[in-house]
């Protein structure tokens, strides 16, 4: 079946870039989804990236899709203490998303 | 304009009790989706409608589950009788369009934390 995989925890400097990377396992997949999760709080739709294309940039934010190796990634530039959460990569898979156990990231001042 | 919105926000409650979550979703949103997170681990489908239909119930673990949704409006999944093995959050989502080709953007309430002692 549909697996999607990422590492648990990251942990940055304020100001530094954080990658945080996701493996995927079906290639049929449409699109592929950001979300972050803050404490106590829901799922938020960070940014998605349809499946043609390999690059997608949203202000601090850039999405890299290299479908060969089926591998995601999110690039956050300049990361702030209010960047600290987990975040989930997510394929589409029908109407249904097939999640990652999300990456933890924490950013220390 | 109002987000997915779900009740309780956490719910304590014995092995073998019945508990009732409920998800209203955006106005307007046919999608409507259950999922689950357990224990920090990744979040799980359960179920989709669209509309008062459930398009897609694989994701549902036992007969001990059941989500309706009456109307094609707000949705409830009932856990009857409830196990251990049940804690985790519930999430709910909404989306517009879930055709072949639509981005299908899915937007998540709050969650609801079930605890089961």
């Known amino acids: 079946g549909e697996d999607v995989e990422q590492s648990l925890f990251l942990s940055v400097r304020e100001g530094d870039s954080s990658v945080i990377n996701c493996t995927y396992t079906d290639s049929s997949s449409t699109y592929l989804y950001w979300y972050k999760q803050e404490p106590g709080a829901g799922l938020q739709l960070l940014t998605y990236i349809f499946s043609n294309m390999d690059m997608k940039q949203d202000q601090r934010l850039t999405v890299l899709l290299n479908k060969k190796d089926k591998h995601l990634s999110l690039r956050i530039a300049d990361t702030q203490t209010g960047d600290s959460a987990i975040y989930f990569c997510?394929?589409?898979?029908?109407?249904?998303?097939?999640f990652g156990q999300g990456t933890t990231l924490q950013v220390k001042p | 304009e109002a987000g997915v919105t779900q009740f309780p926000s956490h719910s304590v409650i014995e092995k073998g009790q019945t508990v009732t979550l409920r998800c209203d979703p955006i106005s307007g949103h046919d999608n409507l989706y259950w999922y689950r997170r357990v224990m920090g681990k990744e979040i799980k489908f359960l179920l989709h409608?669209?509309?008062?239909?459930?398009?897609?119930e694989s994701g549902m673990p036992n007969n001990r589950f059941l989500a309706e949704r009456t109307g094609g409006t707000y949705s409830t999944l009932k856990v009857q009788p409830a196990e251990l093995e049940d804690s985790g959050v519930y999430f709910c989502?909404?989306?517009?369009?879930?055709?072949?080709?639509?981005?299908?953007?899915?937007?998540f309430g709050a969650g609801t934390r079930l605890s089961v002692l």
């Open positions: 409608f669209v509309k008062e239909s459930k398009q897609d």
């Open positions: 997510a394929e589409r898979d029908t109407g249904k998303l097939i």
């Open positions: 989502a909404s989306s517009q369009d879930a055709t072949a080709l639509a981005k299908n953007i899915q937007y």
